[in-house]
C-alpha cells in the first residue's frame, strides 16, 4: 500500500545567487535606521505538515458490506405525445401525391390524414437507471426522471433475481422517488442515510448501473457542497469527481461507513460521458422528502408567498443594508401568508424564528422545510430598521 508524505525538504545546499541575497538581508537587517536597530523578521509559521502519512484507503470492505443492496431499475415507461398545430404532432396535412408523404406514412406511424385530428398515439419507452434499498421490506430509493411516468418497473438484484415493483411516490422538485418491491414477504438487504453530512475531500465510493452494465464501483472525493445547478428551487447538491455516468442516475454514494451520503442525479459533460463533475442530493435531504412519500406518497412544503431575489453589494448600499444577506422581496403575491402578514416590496428578510438567512435560495429551503400551519417570526429589513413579523406559514401546491 502506498504511503503518501508531506514534509519540508532538508539538507539542500541553496545555490549562489541565494547565498548572495541572503547576505545582503543580513547587512540591511543589521543596519541602523534614525538611530536604532531595524526589528527582526517575524518568526516563520509551522509548516502545514501532517504528523502521520495519509494512506490510501481500500473500498472493498465497504463495496462487500452494501453493494447487495444496491439495484437495477427498470422501466417500460409511457412517452407522452406533443400534439402540434395540425392536430398530430407536427405532422402536416399532406396529400399522397406530396414526395413528404411518403416519408411521414413510413416513420410517422401510418397514413398522415388518417392520424389527423385523432387522439396521439400511444407510445412507450423503456429505460433503466439505479436504486437502493432503505428498509427490509421491500422499499427503495431512485430518482423521480427514472420511474417518470411508468407503467412497469422491474428491479434486478445484485444476486441475478428480478422482482415486479411499484412506484410509491415522487417529488420533481427534488427528482426523488420510492419504489416498493412485491415480493410477498421476502426480506431485503438494506442501507441507511448517514447522520452526518459530508466535508469537502471526503473519499465516497458510488454503486451504480452505468450504460446498462451491471453492478459498478467508482470512488472520488467529495469536490463541493450546496452546488446550485438550476435544477430547481430546492437546488443543494453535493459535486462529487467519482466517475458517473447515465444509468448511474438513483444510486447511491457512500462513505466509507457504509452508509449513504447523496444519490446520484445529474452530471456536468458536454458529451454525456463522465468529466469528473458530477451532482447526488445529499442524505439530509434525501432522507426528508424520502420519509414523507413512504408515508403519504407525497411531500408537504411550507409555503409564503413571495417572489424573492439575491441582495446585491449595490441593493444592499443602496438601502443602508451593510452587507450582502438575506432575500429581497420582489413582490408578494395576493391572498398568501405574506400579504396577510403585511410583507412589502422591497423588504429583505434576514431571519426566520431567529435564524439568519443567508440569500434567497436559502430562504427557499427553510421555508419549505417548515409544516404548513406553523406560527414563525420573520425578521425583515425596512427603510433602515429591522422589525419582526408574526407569520403563518401555507401549504404549497403540487
Known amino acids: 500500500m502506498r504511503e503518501i508524505r ?14 548572495a541575497a541572503a547576505a545582503l538581508a543580513a547587512v540591511v537587517g543589521a543596519g541602523a535606521v534614525g538611530g ?14 501532517l504528523e502521520r502519512p495519509l494512506v490510501m484507503p481500500s473500498f472493498a470492505d465497504v463495496v462487500e458490506r452494501v453493494r447487495p ?7 417500460r415507461a409511457q412517452a407522452i405525445a406533443t400534439r402540434g398545430p395540425e392536430g398530430f404532432g407536427s405532422v402536416p396535412d399532406l396529400a399522397p401525391g406530396d414526395p413528404l408523404y411518403e416519408f411521414f406514412r413510413r416513420f410517422g406511424e401510418g397514413d398522415p390524414r388518417q392520424r389527423r385530428g385523432g387522439p396521439p398515439p400511444e407510445r412507450f419507452a423503456a429505460s433503466q437507471g439505479s436504486g437502493f434499498f432503505v428498509s427490509a421490506d421491500g422499499y427503495l430509493v431512485t430518482n423521480n426522471h427514472v420511474v417518470e411516468n411508468a407503467v412497469e418497473v422491474e428491479v434486478l438484484m445484485d444476486d441475478g433475481r428480478t422482482f415486479d415493483a411499484r412506484v410509491v411516490g415522487t417529488d420533481p422538485r427534488t427528482d426523488l422517488a420510492v419504489v ?10 438494506y442501507v441507511e442515510f448517514a447522520p452526518e453530512r459530508s466535508r469537502i475531500g471526503d473519499w465516497v465510493v458510488a454503486i451504480g448501473n452505468p450504460f446498462g452494465l451491471g453492478g459498478t464501483v467508482t470512488a472520488g472525493i467529495v469536490s463541493a457542497e450546496a452546488r446550485d445547478i438550476g435544477a430547481g428551487p430546492y437546488d443543494e447538491f453535493m459535486q462529487i469527481d467519482a466517475p458517473i455516468n447515465r444509468g448511474n442516475s438513483g444510486g447511491p454514494t457512500f462513505n466509507l461507513r457504509g452508509q449513504v451520503v447523496g444519490v446520484n442525479t445529474a452530471i456536468f459533460s458536454p458529451s454525456g460521458g463522465n468529466v469528473g463533475i458530477a451532482f447526488a442530493i445529499p442524505a439530509h435531504v434525501a432522507q426528508s422528502v424520502t420519509t414523507q412519500l413512504r408515508a403519504e406518497g407525497a411531500v408537504t412544503r411550507g409555503f409564503l408567498g413571495v417572489q424573492v431575489q439575491a441582495v446585491t453589494p449595490e441593493i444592499a448600499e443602496a438601502i443602508g443594508l451593510g452587507r450582502v444577506r438575506g432575500a429581497l422581496i420582489a413582490q408578494p403575491q395576493p391572498n398568501t ?7 412589502r416590496s422591497g423588504d429583505v428578510i434576514l431571519a426566520v424564528d431567529g435564524e439568519a438567512v443567508d440569500d434567497h435560495r436559502d430562504l427557499t429551503r427553510r421555508i ?3 409544516a404548513p400551519g406553523t ?6 429589513f425596512r427603510k433602515g430598521r429591522e422589525a419582526g413579523l408574526d407569520v403563518r406559514i401555507g401549504r404549497l401546491g403540487t
Open 180 to 189: 416498493e418491491v412485491d415480493a410477498d414477504g421476502e426480506t431485503f438487504p
Open 337 to 343: 401568508p405574506a400579504a396577510d402578514a403585511g410583507l
Open 36 to 49: 536604532g536597530m531595524l526589528p527582526p523578521p517575524p518568526a516563520l509559521a509551522e509548516p502545514l505538515t
Open 375 to 380: 406560527r414563525v417570526e420573520i425578521t425583515i
Open 69 to 75: 443492496a444496491v439495484v437495477s431499475v427498470r422501466v
Open 368 to 370: 419549505a422545510a417548515i
Open 6 to 19: 508531506t514534509s519540508r525538504t532538508r539538507g539542500a545546499r541553496p545555490r549562489a545567487g541565494l547565498l
